[in-house]
Nanobody, 119 residues
């Protein structure tokens, strides 16, 4: 069973940086995609970006391109979301999720970590 645990959220000022971590366990992730999502108050869930574990190919949404990057550490079984030049509109609960190559939807989710960016 896949288990995901996010960490690294917090309260920062506009322009600051944060790095979120997603520790994955439960099975080999060779054939998995790990995604980062966020949900702001009163808004729907937004895919921020994702990375394919096998070939380390990340992608990020246009809304965060140039500011956010995704990477992974095979040894630590952890995926990172590096967030730079944070804006108040980045305030949200951030979740990581996992799906295998054969799944159309993300099936496993972490508990989420709050990111608050003040002006």
């Amino acid at each position: 069973q896949v288990q995901l645990v996010e960490s690294g959220g917090g309260l920062v000022q506009a322009g600051d940086s944060l790095r979120l971590s997603c520790a994955a366990s439960g099975r080999p992730f060779t054939n998995y995609v790990i995604g980062w999502f966020r949900q702001a108050p009163g808004k729907g869930r937004e895919l921020v970006g994702s990375i394919r574990w096998s070939d380390d190919m990340p992608s990020v949404a246009d809304s965060v391109k140039g500011r956010f990057t995704i990477s992974r550490n095979n040894v630590k079984n952890t995926v990172y979301l590096q967030m730079n030049s944070l804006k108040p509109e980045d305030t949200a609960v951030y979740y990581c999720a996992a799906k295998s190559f054969w799944e159309s939807e993300y099936a496993a989710w972490g508990q989420g970590t709050q990111v608050t960016v003040s002006k």
